[in-house]
């Protein structure tokens, strides 16, 4: 609750995107390969306010410090999902004075605790002015607001669709409202592996950068043209999502999710480990914390080369309502490697390559478009109405501009097999169901559907999702109709189609609903 009369600021509302490994996984676990990371539409939203917080009602103590900024988060499609802590500027320490449940948020302490720490040693007016601020009342002190929300992509609304009474297809899930309440606690959603926890790291560190002035708004728009600035200001987001999403999460992963939800679409090779080894080990101060996420630290070597998905293909996604453990999938994968590296080595180079393939491939389509956007156009439409086993037989009735379209499209289909069938080796090797016999027989239909090009699972594999890229809409509907009828899984699309923007400022007047969950 707020005051009567409290002076509060500007909002300041960050956005980031899910993510979709389409190429490269486990591979992108060795800094030797690199990865295909396509940005999504769907977004995790933080909105940030500074407030007058009602001392007695909102944080249930009065007795804060001087150096006390208490700071409350709320996250209202969740049940009981709302934690108020309290950020002592002169320790530099964070401390949780309360939950619903009495819970904690691993991830919203983290990214707070750091990026708090970083602008009070970066600029320690900024904070100091919150303490500094008259509320006209004993009752209250100036702290930050927060409200985090996701499109609803990112979980699943099955049981949403089921109480609304309707079926599981795009149309009914475009009926539902936009950030949905799951009636599920965090803990108990099932989330659909879009990223969602690296897109909330992201949109939150990126949000009080932004909220204290840290770059101002032109810093990151996504309209904006690249400059050195922005670089500095991306990679300064990067360094420190990457370091609070693997401090949250207990390890140095491949870091994919939050460069996707930072950069959106684009091609990956992660960091080397080593630039976070010590900081993991270690309760640094804040002057190392500064120097390890500065953007100027050349231990942050992963490379980031914008891509774009080709002209005319069309990405479609579906939640399977089966679960997989990723992390306990990596580990056996990486377990069979350590104690085999000869097969490991033959079989990571093989899939390295097909991977790469592909990518040249992306590139040669859009190359031909570029040529000729007109004979491009008619060869995405002629091979959009046949399976691609047909594409290059029926190159022989078109004009000899189109022929090389479509040779690339019927390759890339092949390449795609190719790289699910050594998928499917790995798993057998490790153990591990990368691509379980039932995810077979569902991408194997998918192939099988006229003006599909690609069809795999994502990431790590496993049963929960898969995806498929179309030539046409026409396409992408045939293939979410053959998810309805699919009996051997429940197969549900979403939404989510390809974006390129990473994280974004946005315009808070345009989301009234959200704003609204500040008051």
Not at 22 to 47: C, I, K, M, N, Q
Not at 400 to 425: C, D, N
Not at 457 to 482: H, N, W
Request: with cysteine; proline share 4%; aromatic share 6%.
């Amino acid at each position: 609750m707020t005051a009567a009369t409290p002076a509060e600021s500007s909002i300041t509302l960050v956005s980031a995107p899910g993510k979709v490994l389409a190429v490269g996984g486990y591979l992108v676990l060795d800094r030797r390969h690199s990865g295909l990371v396509l940005g999504t539409d769907a977004r995790l939203y933080a909105a940030v306010q500074t407030q007058s917080i009602e001392l007695g009602r909102d944080t249930h103590t009065t007795a804060l410090g001087d150096q006390d900024v208490p700071i409350i988060v709320v996250s209202p499609q969740f049940e009981s999902a709302w934690w108020k802590y309290v950020f002592n500027t002169k320790r530099n320490t964070l401390s949780q004075i309360g939950s619903a449940s009495q819970d904690t948020n691993s991830f919203v302490h983290i990214v707070l605790h750091t990026t708090l720490a970083l602008v009070n040693k970066r600029d320690p007016k900024k904070l100091q002015a919150l303490l500094a601020a008259e509320t006209g009342s004993s009752e209250f002190r100036t702290g930050l607001r927060i409200v985090l929300a996701a499109d609803n992509d990112f979980y699943s609304q099955r049981e949403i669709l089921k109480k609304m009474g309707l079926e599981l297809t795009s149309k009914s899930l475009a009926s539902v409202p936009a950030m949905a309440a799951t009636g599920k606690t965090l803990k108990s959603v099932h989330k659909t592996g879009l990223g969602s926890s690296a897109a909330m790291v992201t949109s939150l560190v990126a949000s009080i950068l932004m909220h204290f002035g840290i770059f101002d708004n032109e810093g990151i728009c996504a309209g904006t043209k690249q400059s050195s600035s922005k670089s500095q200001n991306l990679q300064l987001i990067h360094n420190v999502a990457q370091y609070a999403h693997c401090l949250a999460q207990g390890k140095v992963g491949s870091g994919f999710d939050v460069s996707a939800a930072v950069y959106g679409s684009h091609r990956y090779r992660r960091f080397s480990p080593s630039v976070l080894s010590a900081a993991m080990e270690n309760n640094n101060g804040t002057t190392e914390l500064v120097q390890m996420t500065s953007p100027d630290n050349a231990g942050w070597d992963s490379e980031v080369v914008p891509v774009q998905v080709p002209p005319g293909l069309i990405l479609r996604l579906a939640d399977v309502d089966a679960g997989s453990n990723t992390p306990s999938m990596v580990k056996r994968v990486l377990l069979w490697r350590d104690t085999n590296p000869q097969q490991a080595d033959s079989l990571w180079a093989s899939l390295d390559k097909a991977n790469n393939r592909i990518r040249q491939l992306w590139n040669d389509l859009s190359s031909a478009h570029e040529k000729d956007c007109v004979g491009y156009n008619s060869a995405i439409n002629q091979c959009s109405l046949h399976p691609s086993t047909r594409w290059e037989s029926e190159a022989a009735s078109t004009p000899s501009s189109t022929i090389s379209v479509h040779a690339l499209l019927a390759e890339l289909a092949r390449v795609t097999l190719r790289m699910r069938e050594l998928q499917r080796e790995l798993g057998e090797k490790a153990g591990v169901p990368i691509e379980p016999p039932k995810q077979t027989r569902l991408l194997d239909a998918c192939m099988t559907v006229p003006g599909v090009c690609m069809a795999a699972v994502p990431g790590a594999g496993g049963y929960d999702a898969i995806f498929c890229i179309a030539l046409s809409k026409a396409a992408g509907d045939a293939v979410e109709r053959l998810w309805s009828s699919w009996t051997e899984m429940s197969v549900g699309p979403l939404l989510a189609k390809q974006a390129s923007d990473g994280v974004s400022i946005l315009d808070p007047e345009l989301y009234p609903d959200l704003i609204a969950k500040l008051k």
